[in-house]
């Protein structure tokens, strides 16, 4: 790298060769105003105009004879070059030896403010000359400015607003007078207000030279730079949705849909950001996109010993809320996660890392998704792991609860193995609190955690139910994923609304009864079984009877009949499980057997009589919600004991916080994070699709209908590489915009929080903000002696690192005007104001 030497105000700068005014002077830490310009943009002025475009039903065509003209941008960078007689603007000149520069004379002052108010003569911009705007929520407005004059919601955090401020808005501003341009907000995810556009062109900029999209242009008009989308809609323009335009934008002329300011990253990655272990889901979608189906399998691998499991039987929450589904269908996450793990290369092999041994020993009683995830974490970081489960074969609901149409046998041990090899023992066909107690166990271990599950399944007492051909769900699929000989009837019918009643269902039809039927308390829309677990039993050809629970079972010697009676409400208005009846409704249906699948509940026998672990009302393990240790020290417990029946992935989430907390017990930092592929740079181009739109998601193939009730083969075939590529492709990228580099906005006059800086401050009313290392405010505080106030949080406040300050006699005003923009800018309070009524504000 060349270096070159210039001069800015007066200072000699050693910089390398080859890039603009602007970026030598930011990185000598020199603040040049400008809103045209942005960090990974090209300068305005290489962007070319286009033919027409359109904001709406409005097309703007291009004027002809400006064609060749160059946008000439916002002009605020502008500086004073010696030898040179006009002013220049620094983001596209470039430096060159020995250049002497100037960025605050008056001249470069005065040509600012006019640049500046020309952009905001055709800008809403009331708010930012008011008296009052300090915290100022835009409405009511106290001084009456009609609203379409008035800032737009970003004010308060708006970029123009920023560097408006620094130059400073002239007394001659003309009043904006509204446009009347429509608001567009008919299209998924964005809203576009051209009211507020100031014509700088990044939008354009992004979507064309570094996303490659071209949805988006600007022509010349009438003296203007208007800025649009190529046809009347962003679906027709070919637009990805991906938001880059609304990050760079400096207005709020592009705004994100229902996204509060402080939750903004967890809801532009929702995929993400709602996984119970927080799996990079967009990286590894990008990952498949580009055919790196290894590094894909990594970044999975990183948050769960079980991902091949993950794959088949994941709940998958996150396509719910992926943002894919307000275009047309959401992504198909969980099905790429099959995909990635079936074409897992092993790269992630040689980065798994196993902590030197610590010569501690914990005892895992369980081995379902919950003890199997606390077991492998706690083994990396060097602890001597057991794992007891009273079963001949580990894996506990895995196991015995999961049809292998679902997840097949071989898969789930393929995860095992991966367990084992972290250096995890079992013990199998041990009963913890038959032959061995947990007394006898906290004599040999340091720890133990209990995670047997909810394996018990509820009972109810109706007239009938002792029968023959009355069965209970769970021990049904037991007995079924054990091996064992079950005979069904002709005529089953299912009890329950839950996956555990559909898939007794559907293991019905496999044993050869030749009609099914399912009852449940639940509406269609309450049940609660997932909507494709419903959807496989109704293409199945089997009848569910929503809103019938069972009254009584009718036979003589075994089951001939069952009574229903019609369930008005399943839940009473607090919510809590409590159905009602209208006894006068009631149905008869022919059945040779009923199936009772109903609940499970945990068998807590385990515990004994001598160890005191205290049971809620609930029948669960009381824990503590902070590390899930139990009343009795180094007893821990974790997944369905302490919660009722989860998911596998919340089962898992279960255990990673599990095994965090017994290994910070057992002398530990806690650690249990996993980097298994190098960190890489995403490419930020995403190139031209014209019916990115409307490219539905792809279809899992299925065996046929006709084949599945002769066997338990596996239902969903997985994805092929063409099709998991394809569906990858559909990916909006929501996460990548949050790649960009932050802009660089008018310097804020922060000071050292030192003794020596506090007493420069004058002791008098005024109000006060701290913060910490990075530059986050964590406190406000209006008082009527500021040096002194600051001395006391200098003794008491240790994570302040900077202060700024200003007085005001009006201090408490000050202060709440203070916590007010806060909160506008935020969505809550400072952390140390946290005591508060954020409704106060």
């Known amino acids: 790298m060349e270096i070159t030497s210039i001069t800015i105000n007066d200072t000699k700068i050693e910089t390398k060769k080859g890039i603009t005014i602007l970026e030598a002077a930011q990185a000598a830490d020199i603040y040049i105003p400008r809103l045209c310009s942005h960090p990974d943009l090209p300068p305005s002025q290489d962007l070319k105009s286009v033919e027409s475009i359109y904001q709406g039903d409005t097309q703007y065509n291009n004027d002809n ?14 500086v004073k070059i010696e030898g040179i007689e006009e002013l220049v603007t620094s983001c596209n000149t470039m430096i060159q030896e020995n250049m002497t520069i100037k960025t605050d004379l ?194 999975i691998r990183e948050k769960t010993p079980l991902p091949s499991v993950l794959g088949r039987v994941c709940f998958h929450v996150c396509e719910t809320e992926c943002r894919r589904g307000q275009l047309n269908d959401p992504i198909a996450i969980c099905a790429l996660k099959r995909f990635a793990l079936e074409h897992d290369t092993g790269i992630w092999q040689s980065k798994v890392t196993i902590a030197p041994a610590t010569g501690k020993k914990v005892a895992i009683i369980g081995s379902g998704p919950t003890g199997l995830t606390t077991a492998y974490y706690l083994a990396r970081n060097g602890h001597s792991t057991v794992v007891f489960d009273e079963s001949s074969e580990l894996g506990g609901m895995l196991r015995q609860g999961i049809p292998e149409y679902r997840l097949p046998r071989e898969i789930f041990d393929k995860d095992l193995k991966h367990i084992s090899d972290a250096g995890v023992k079992f013990k199998t066909n041990v009963s913890v609190g038959l ?30 139910v002792e029968l023959k051909g009355v069965l209970w769900g769970l021990e049904f699929l037991k007995d079924v994923t054990k091996g064992k000989e079950v005979q069904v009837e002709e005529k089953v019918l299912v009890i329950g609304g839950g996956g555990v009643a559909m898939d007794v269902a559907l293991i019905a039809l496999r044993l050869g009864a030749s009609e099914v039927q399912v009852a449940c308390l639940e509406s269609r829309e309450e049940m609660p079984a997932h909507e ?86 609930s029948g669960l393990i009381n824990v503590n919600d902070g590390d899930l240790s139990t009343n009795v020290a180094g007893i821990f417990a974790g997944g369905e004991v302490i919660k009722g029946p989860l998911s596998v992935v919340e089962a898992i989430e279960m255990g990673r916080n599990a095994a965090i907390s017994i290994d910070k017990y057992l002398g530990g930092n806690g650690n249990i994070e996993e980097e298994l592929t190098e960190q890489d740079t995403s490419n ?106 600051l001395t006391e949080q200098l003794n008491t406040n240790e994570k302040a690192q900077f202060f700024g300050f200003e007085e005001d006699p009006m201090y408490t005003k000050k202060e709440s005007e203070l916590l007010q923009q806060f909160m506008q800018k935020f969505g809550k309070m400072p952390e140390s104001n946290e005591d508060l009524d954020d409704d106060l504000f």
């Not at 004879?65 to 502008?78: D, K, M, N, R, Y």
């Not at 007394?439 to 399944?457: H, K, M, P, V, W």
């Not at 499980?577 to 199936?595: A, G, H, Q, R, Y």
């Open 435 to 464: 032959e061995l107690t947990i007394n006898d166990l906290q004599r040999e271990y340091e720890a133990i955690f209990i995670s047997i599950g909810a394996q018990q399944a509820k009972k109810i007492k109706i007239e009938g």
């Open 106 to 299: 008056p001249e470069i002052h005065d040509f600012r403010q006019e640049r500046m108010m020309k952009i905001l003569a055709n800008h809403p911009h009331a708010c930012l000359t008011c008296a009052q705007k300090e915290g100022c929520s835009r409405e009511p407005c106290s001084t009456n400015v009609p609203v379409e004059e008035r800032c737009c919601p970003e004010f308060g955090r708006c970029e123009l607003q920023r560097v408006a401020e620094y130059v400073g808005i002239r007394d001659d501003t003309p009043r904006y007078k509204p446009q009347g341009i429509q608001i567009l907000d008919n299209e998924p995810l964005f809203t576009r207000n051209f009211e507020l556009c100031i014509g700088c062109t990044r939008c354009a900029r992004v979507c064309q030279d570094i996303r490659g999209v071209n949805a988006l242009g600007f022509v010349f008009s009438n003296g203007e730079t208007i800025v649009g989308s190529i046809k009347q809609t962003l679906k027709e323009s070919g637009c990805k949705f991906c938001g880059a335009c609304v990050e760079v934008c400096p207005t709020g002329a592009l705004s994100d849909k229902d996204i509060l300011w402080a939750e903004r990253e967890n809801a532009l990655v929702p995929c993400r950001n709602t996984c119970p272990l927080g799996t990079d889901v967009p990286r590894y979608i990008r990952l498949i996109a580009e055919g790196k189906f290894g590094e894909a399998a990594a970044v």
């Open 65 to 78: 004879s400006l064609a060749s003209q160059t946008h000439e941008g916002c002009q605020l960078c502008v």
């Open 532 to 617: 494709w677990e419903i959807q496989e039993v109704l293409d199945e050809n089997i009848t569910i009877h929503c809103s019938w629970g069972p009254n009584k079972i009718i036979g003589t010697d075994k089951v001939e009949k069952a009574e229903l009676v019609q369930c008005t409400n399943v839940f009473d208005e607090k919510g809590r499980f409590n159905p009602t009846f209208d006894d006068s409704k009631l149905k008869t249906v022919e059945t040779d057997m009923v199936i009772m699948a109903i609940g499970q509940s945990p068998d807590l026998f385990i515990l004994g009589e001598e160890i005191s672990v205290q049971i809620t009302p």
């Open 684 to 789: 930020p181009w995403l190139g031209q699709d014209e019916d990115f739109f409307d490219n539905s998601r792809v279809q899992m193939p299925c065996l046929p209908l006709n084949d599945r009730t002769t066997s338990f083969n596996e239902i969903e075939l997985g994805l092929n590489e063409s099709l998991a590529m394809e569906e990858a492709k559909r990916c909006l990228r929501c996460d990548s915009r949050l790649h960009f580099s932050p802009i660089h906005l008018p310097p804020e006059k922060w000071q050292e929080f030192t003794l020596e800086n506090i007493q420069k401050v004058p002791d008098i009313e005024g109000a006060f903000q701290l913060l910490d290392e990075d530059k986050h405010i964590i406190f406000i505080q209006g008082t009527p002696h500021l040096c002194q106030a």
